[in-house]
């Protein structure tokens, strides 16, 4: 009962600094944080320890305030070295300095196939795995209560440089199936896993619907492929993981502890030689960074370029990121850049001089995070449609964010999207309008009227 | 270019904040971004990157595919000079009379309505949007070349200030701009605009026989006649001038720019080939003009409905407002089922104004900006469609 799903609408935004298959050797950097703010729909932050106090990977560091049985949870064992605050005092990172040598909090192997769901629920709420259980509408963590119609898993990313899934996850197969099995549990539906020609050999389980996606970015967005297989309507809900989620959660089960380890893959067009390193989720970029970056000013990014959030030289990864993307800064004046004729300037229109299609599909470009012109009023019509591969309309969902419409989001699709899914309309977007943020916002009013 | 950089760092301090000229902030700001794009960028969270495009380079395309049917207009207006007033001349005598009744026009519409922009943007603070640039080109080539320039500055203000700044600017109008600069003229100097004010004559007197009758007006007057439209057309006092070739290549008098449409084609060519323009909106207004004429062929109750078919695609401005003004993309239906249908009526009703009310020879004026009117009405049923089709799936 495998689908295959062919979409036509999107566009890959192709960059240098495509990540070598290979993970290279790294001193791990000395320590590691947990960011409340990687957690969207979080109410508030609870924390469950205090500065200087000792932690192992699995220990309990705080809770949202609203949900106050899912821990978040130390990825590392150490010493809890910072905690971090902003206005208002709210917390913006928990760092942890780590030892040398990790220490887990045990939970105890557990027989995945006689596994009820209560008792499924309850170790991932626990153990600091729960975090990686998504919820749609919204995209914020799920709520241990809800039982979801299906569970969706994109095994392919199609995100510019995104690490590759196959790769990421080799020798976790076990884990990854095991997690599969888990996730069974936890829904009276479905599970289905979104594969392209390559990953799907690598993802395949008996216990999950696999079905094939083929097209541009944003073809491997879960949220796309939950449009096409079993879209999601007012009142329901769907959960999605990651890969990495999966294989995470399924050795929590197997070996009975939280395994935050992870390859990131360090991309971009300023990296000297991008390639894979394993981490542990939230690591410091410090070590990462030093002496492999070109010269120059240059902007990190914890995540990709469409979705993903600027952090420092000194910055952290986030919650839910597998690779570190480095592009320079755009703060140059460009002469004339308005109007003169450009085939280095990615676009992905034809307008007149945006001669970057003449590079064809395999040209890699080199972006700058120079916002190439000014915020106008949206003028352009028709072609954000062109890169939302849903049956959605963006521009109205916007204006019906904008003008706080609650029926007509409703309406228009709010619950079947989230940020990623219209990230390329920001992009190709000609009034250079925060289109993530504006959908985030129309996405808490609806989730929180 | 680092010594223009420079420049305007040295001058930019002045009207910043807290410099002499603060109050003129975004008029000078409007300047340096033409030769300075800026260096503004992406914030910490959403796309770290963007595309190259801006509305700048998007409103130049549209500017660009219009300079086929300027150059053309600048020529034929002094070509209509000459064959009126029974002189030959040479090719850049034709241009040359020609640019000096075109280019103060130009002068005068984007004068004063960059103007009223700068000022709106300095009251209001905001930066200056780039949506006139493109009106400020379309105002001129709608209008006679014998216009008096007050009228275009008269015109030009009126549609800049009602047509646009009262709703909030680029991007918010309701009706075309250009096109309500045109609508004005036409209700409230209609003597200026209708009749023999095709041709400009100057000093002379136009040749014995002259008539500046287009082909639009031939048409509402043969409404009354027996005579057939197209013998009505080829007994033109200038022989070979209202052929269907002579026509579709555009030289013959009309406004400025919408006489060829030829050179229309080309620019629509530019605008789909850029993606700029929907061409679905271009197909659909010839469609609809094409659809509507045919049908006025089978009943053909008079000698103008009986004009053949592709007869209408060639005379008056229809192909430079289909390609030019119906797709303008804030005024234009804005969902993609909705361009087919918003097209679609602007044809027809262009057709059914022309034929059924002769009173308002060109009928693609008012056809678009009723249109204009209703483009929100289509989007929204196609909108609706869009929701029924979500709201039928959750009950499945």
Redesign the interface.
């Known amino acids: 009962m495998s689908q295959s799903i062919k979409l036509k609408k999107g566009f890959d935004?192709n960059l240098k600094g495509k990540a070598e298959k290979k993970i290279a050797e790294l001193a791990q950097p000395e320590t590691f944080a947990i960011k409340p703010t990687d957690f969207l729909g979080m109410s508030r932050a609870k924390l469950l320890v205090k500065e200087g106090e000792s932690v192992k990977a699995g220990t309990p560091i705080m809770i949202d305030k609203a949900v106050e049985d899912v821990f978040y949870c130390s990825p590392v064992s150490g010493e809890v070295a910072e905690i971090v605050r902003g206005a208002k005092r709210k917390i913006l990172e928990v760092r942890i300095l780590a030892d040398k040598e990790i220490e887990y909090e045990s939970f105890g192997q557990q027989d995945v196939s006689s596994l009820t769901k209560a008792a499924a629920i309850d170790l991932m709420k626990k153990s600091g795995v729960w975090p990686n259980v998504i919820q749609r509408p919204f995209g914020v963590v799920a709520d241990p209560n809800d039982t979801p119609k299906s569970i969706f898993i994109s095994a392919f990313d199609t995100h510019p440089l995104a690490a590759d899934q196959n790769f990421t996850l080799q020798g976790d197969e076990k884990y990854f199936e095991a997690g599969i099995e888990v996730l069974s549990k936890l829904t009276e539906g479905k599970i289905h896993i979104g594969v392209n020609s390559e990953s799907a050999d690598f993802f395949k389980s008996s216990k999950a619907q696999v079905n094939t996606v083929s097209g541009p970015h944003p073809a491997g967005n879960v949220g796309v492929q939950i449009h096409h297989v079993d879209?999601v309507?007012?009142?329901?809900t769907v959960w999605t993981v990651a890969p990495f989620g999966v294989a995470q959660i399924g050795k929590l089960f197997l070996e009975g502890k939280y395994d935050a380890s992870r390859v990131v893959a360090f991309t971009g067009s300023e990296v000297l030689t991008p390639q894979y390193y394993k981490t542990y989720t939230g690591g410091c970029i410090n070590k990462m960074v030093d002496g492999t970056t070109k010269d120059g000013f240059v902007?990190f990014?914890s995540g990709n370029?469409?979705?993903?959030?600027?952090i420092n030289s000194t910055g952290y990864l986030g919650f839910y990121d597998n690779q570190l993307?480095v592009?320079p800064?755009?703060?140059?004046?460009?002469?004339?850049?308005?109007?003169l004729p450009?085939t280095e300037?990615?676009?992905?229109?034809?307008?007149?001089?945006?001669l970057?299609f003449l590079g064809g599909k395999k040209k890699e470009f080199t972006?700058?995070?120079?916002?190439?012109?000014?915020?106008?009023?949206?003028?352009?019509?028709?072609?954000f449609?062109k890169v939302v591969p849903m049956?959605?309309?963006p521009?109205?969902l916007l204006k019906a964010v904008l003008s706080e419409d609650f029926e007509?989001m409703e309406?228009?699709?709010i619950y079947e999207v989230i940020?990623e899914d219209l990230?390329l309309c920001?992009?190709?977007?000609?009034?250079?309008n925060?289109?993530?943020?504006i959908l985030r916002e129309g996405l808490d009013l609806v989730r929180t009227s | 270019m680092k010594f223009i950089e420079d420049i305007f760092a040295k001058i930019r301090p002045n009207f910043e904040k807290g410099g002499k000229w603060e109050k003129f902030y975004y008029v000078y700001e409007a300047h340096e971004v033409l030769l300075l794009a800026p260096n503004k960028t992406t914030g910490p969270t959403g796309a770290q990157v963007r595309d190259a495009i801006d509305l700048k380079r998007m409103m130049m395309t549209v500017i660009i595919a219009m300079i086929p049917c300027l150059i053309f207009g600048i020529w034929n207006a002094g070509h209509q000079h000459y064959i009126s007033i029974g002189e030959v001349a040479s090719l850049g005598d034709k241009f040359l009379t020609g640019a000096i009744l075109v280019v103060p026009i130009i002068a005068v519409s984007y004068g004063v309505g960059l103007g009223i922009e700068f000022t709106f943007a300095t009251i209001n603070r905001h930066e200056v949007a780039e949506g006139f640039l493109v009106s400020g080109m379309l105002i001129p080539l709608v209008m006679p070349a014998s216009i008096p320039l007050w009228q275009v500055g008269l015109a030009t203000a009126f549609a800049v200030i009602l047509g646009k700044e009262v709703f909030g600017g680029t991007g918010m109008n309701i009706l075309n701009v250009a096109l309500i600069a045109r609508a004005f003229l036409y209700f409230a100097y209609p003597s200026q605009i209708s009749g023999d004010v095709w041709t400009y004559f100057g000093d002379a007197s136009p040749v014995e026989g002259f008539s500046g009758a287009t082909p639009l007006a031939i048409g509402a007057l043969s409404v009354e006649g027996t005579q057939s439209m197209v013998s009505l057309l080829d007994a033109h006092w200038y022989e070979g001038m209202f052929s269907f070739q002579n026509m579709f290549i555009g030289i013959m008098p009309g406004s400025i720019g919408e006489t060829s449409t030829l050179m229309c084609l080309i620019g629509a060519v530019i605008l789909v080939v850029t993606g700029v323009g929907s061409w679905k909106i271009i197909v659909s207004v010839f469609a609809g003009a094409f659809g509507m004429a045919t049908i006025c062929n089978i009943f053909g109750a008079n000698e103008y409905m009986l004009l053949p078919a592709h007869y209408h695609l060639v005379i008056g401005g229809l192909a430079f407002g289909a390609v030019f003004m119906a797709t303008d993309p804030v005024s234009a239906a804005q969902t993609e089922t909705g361009k087919w249908i918003y097209g679609f009526l602007i044809g027809a009703l262009t057709i059914i104004i022309r034929v059924f009310n002769p009173a308002y020879p060109e009928g693609i004026m008012l056809a678009i900006l009723l249109m204009n009117v209703f483009a929100p009405l289509i989007d929204h049923y196609v909108v609706g469609a869009n929701i029924k089709r979500r709201l039928k799936r959750a009950t499945v």
């Open positions: 935004i879209a309507n007012k009142g329901e902007r990014i370029v469409l979705t993903g959030t600027q993307t592009i800064e755009g703060d140059q004046y460009d002469f004339m850049g308005w109007i450009t300037k990615l676009s992905f229109h034809k307008a007149f001089g945006l970057s972006l700058t995070t120079n916002m190439r012109g000014q915020h106008r009023a949206f003028v352009q019509s028709g072609e449609e049956d959605v309309l521009t109205y007509q309406g228009l699709g940020e990230a920001e992009f190709i977007d000609a009034s250079k925060d289109v993530q943020a």
